[in-house]
Structure formats: C-alpha cells, structure tokens
C-alpha cells in the first residue's frame, strides 16, 4: 500500500525559506519519479517540481525556477522541496506525488502521470 505523508508546511514572511517533507512507504523512490504541486484557494493545481528518483533528472515550472529545489533521500525514501526567497504568490496547499510510470520516467509537471498522492500540507506566505 502506497502511503506518502507531506510535513513542513508553515506560515512564513515573504524572502524567508521553508523545506516540506514527504515520506515515502510502500513505494520505491529510487525507482519511480516523484513530484511537488500546489493548489491555491480558487486556482487550479499546478505542478511544481518533479524529479526522476534515480537520476536525480529535474524539472520546474517557470513560476519557482531558481527558487525551489526538488530533491530526494533514497534511504530515507523521503522527497523534499526546498523554498528560498518565497513570496505570497506562494500560498497554497502542497502535495507530494508519486508517479505511476515506472524508472525510465522524465521529470513531470503533469498530474496525470502520477498515481499517488499525499494529504497536503499548507504554505502561508504573508507580506
């Protein structure tokens, strides 16, 4: 059974940094691709980073390129985004994700190449 748990989200000021968490079980990190997307109040869920678990292969979107860090611990068979210099337009609830293509995956953006999904964690970003 697949189970992934997001941690870390928090309320922070604009320019600070946070790191979010998922845990992975039941799941190979190493042989799959994961991802990060985020769903703002009103918006529709956009992903946000995505990397190839053996590899390291990543890719982000526009919006957080050169800000956000996708990164993975196989031993530890944890996922993390790393956010440096956040700004409001941040704010939203946060999912990991796991994908459902198998090792050969590229890094996706695209929630229909992913099967698993964690409950969310929420990022406030305030002025």
């Known amino acids: 059974q697949v189970h992934l748990a997001e941690s870390g989200g928090a309320s922070v000021q604009a320019g600070g940094s946070l790191r979010l968490s998922c845990a992975a079980s039941?799941?190979?990190?190493?042989?799959?691709?994961m991802g990060w997307f985020r769903q703002a109040v009103g918006k529709e869920r956009e992903g946000v980073a995505g990397i190839n678990g053996r590899t390291g292969s990543v890719k982000y979107a526009d919006s957080v390129k050169g800000r956000f860090t996708i990164s993975r611990d196989i031993a530890k068979k944890t996922l993390y985004l790393q956010m440096n210099t956040v700004n409001p337009e941040d704010t939203a609830m946060y999912y990991c994700?796991?994908?459902?293509?198998?090792?050969?995956?590229?890094?996706?953006?695209?929630?229909?190449?992913?099967?698993?999904w964690g409950q969310g964690t929420q990022v406030t970003v305030s002025s």
């Open positions: 994700a796991a994908d459902r293509r198998g090792p050969t995956c590229g890094p996706s953006l695209g929630a229909l190449d992913y099967a698993y």
């Open positions: 039941g799941y190979s990190v190493v042989g799959n691709c």
